[in-house]
């Protein structure tokens, strides 16, 4: 059913009371210029259908006119069928046919990733709970403008969250709490940039989504290829960076662990070349068969910008993140945010420090651990069963793995995945270089299990009844 907001209530009168001044008009014009200005108004969606219209004599007071001239124009618009007259709600907007629609349009396809995680098991009502109690504990002055950083009680839970389940050193004073790691991108862009950095290396193949938002805020993307180690610090020497971004848990998309070897040449070279490691721990919270592996952080905190955030353990749709920075720069990293938006809102701060207080976060993550094995097992045992040569890899964490099919074609098959139910997509799309790899990255987090084996023997059907 159309709910109706109220052009009265909710302060939009004086937007298009601007557009129906009377100013200047004939007396005897003015029920017919009012009426037309009216239908204008629908007709370009500036009043959208379900509006309720201010009583005709309020609208008249507004505009100067007598109220006549109001109940003659709501009149006019009622027979040709824009407004109607409800009985306890007054004149409100109808819903006509050609009108644009009341809701934004959306100005670009959302990002979507294989990473995503479940919708459906949110802890609505948990969450629901802590921002009741959140809300109820602000302070008056916690409705003002809130420390940039980031809500000071939130500061200190994430310091031991991140400390006990990362093993990332996190004073209060160096966390930023952001957007989700794609601000954090912005954040590192700006501050490269101010120190007349205009390249970052980045992980090959990598995330799209990161590369473009460094690509946007005119910092270069240089790709360093990745081993089964994690990335070649050699190759990133021989490219003669000062910053990097790495996914040393689970590197994405390829689910590499980066070794322990490999993580100490890392920060060797950061630290003699005066660089900067910036570390996107997107998905360490679930990490299945082996005993999870601490930040690169806590090993180089002087050198490593840590990011985090919940949009794999809750949602992306909270856009809530923390950036943790060394010493020397977590001044220049508040300014950062602070230029960006003046600093994240405190309502949703507040409800995330209570979530992590009370111990909902711990619950929520191992609860979904064991739901995201089990996915991850069903997906497993359906390409073992269906696929017996196919090797899998990337699959110890996380909400993806990896397939390798022995194909060339791996577009042409991740598109008939996708046909089948999976979320597949060619491993090549994520790749800088010219020999992109083969393989198909596959989601499993979003995906419900029953769905799962059944998509994957549907593959199998079409696989086979095509050769
Ligand atoms: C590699 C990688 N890093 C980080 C993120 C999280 O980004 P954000 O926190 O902006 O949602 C994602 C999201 O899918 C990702 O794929």
Not at 122 to 129: E, G, I, L, N, T
Request: hydrophobic share 40%; proline share 6%.
């Amino acid at each position: 059913m159309q709910q109706s907001t109220s052009a009265v209530s909710d302060g939009t009168t004086s937007g298009w009371l601007l557009e129906l001044d009377l100013t200047g008009v004939a007396r005897g014009r003015q029920a017919e210029e009012l009426s037309d200005r009216l239908r204008r108004a629908v007709r370009t969606g500036r009043l959208p259908a379900g509006t309720r219209l201010p009583a005709s004599r309020t609208l008249a007071g507004d505009l100067a006119v007598s109220r006549g001239v109001v109940v003659r124009a709501y009149e006019q618009l009622g027979a040709e069928g824009y407004f109607s007259a409800r009985l306890g709600s007054g004149t409100v907007v109808a819903d006509v046919p050609d009108a644009p629609a009341a809701s934004v349009r959306r100005r670009r396809r959302p990002p979507t990733n294989p990473g995503l995680p479940s919708g459906g098991t949110f802890p609505r009502a948990a969450w629901a709970r802590c921002a009741a109690r959140a809300l109820s504990r602000l302070t008056d002055a916690d409705f003002g403008y809130g420390d940039p950083a980031g809500w000071p009680p939130l500061r200190e839970e994430l310091c031991r969250y991140l400390g006990r389940v990362r093993a990332v050193l996190a004073p209060p004073e160096r966390i930023v709490v952001v957007n989700g790691f794609g601000q954090s991108t912005r954040l590192v862009a700006d501050v490269l940039r101010q120190g007349d950095v205009d390249r970052i290396a980045v992980e090959d193949p990598g995330s799209i989504g990161m590369r473009e938002q460094f690509e946007r805020a005119s910092v270069r993307c240089v790709g360093v290829p990745v081993d089964g180690d994690g990335i070649r610090v050699d190759a990133l020497g021989a490219e003669g960076v000062r910053a990097v971004v790495v996914t040393p848990a689970h590197q994405f998309p390829t689910g590499v662990v980066a070794s322990a070897e490999r993580r100490h040449a890392l920060l060797e070279w950061a630290r003699r070349t005066g660089s900067v490691v910036v570390e996107d721990d997107y998905d360490a919270e679930y990490r299945y068969d082996r005993t999870p592996v601490g930040a690169l952080q806590g090993l180089g905190p002087d050198v490593v910008v840590y990011g985090g955030s919940v949009s794999k353990t809750l949602a992306p749709a909270l856009r809530l993140g923390w950036l943790v920075a060394p010493e020397h720069l977590a001044e220049t990293f508040t300014e950062a945010k602070y230029s960006a938006d003046l600093g994240r809102g405190v309502l949703d701060q507040a409800t995330m420090a209570e979530f992590l207080a009370c111990g909902e976060m711990d619950r929520h993550i191992r609860r979904m651990a064991l739901e995201y094995r089990r996915r991850r097992d069903r997906l497993v045992e359906a390409v073992e069963a269906a696929f017996p040569h196919w090797e899998l890899s990337g699959t110890a964490a996380g909400l993806h793995l990896l397939l390798h099919p022995p194909t060339e074609n791996a577009e042409a098959l991740a598109a008939v995945a996708q046909e089948c139910g999976l979320d597949a997509r060619p491993l090549s799309q994520y790749s800088i270089g010219p020999c992109p790899p083969q393989g198909l990255v596959v989601g499993y987090g979003h995906q419900r299990p029953d769905t799962i084996a059944a998509a994957v023997m549907q593959l199998h059907r079409r696989l086979t009844t095509s050769r």
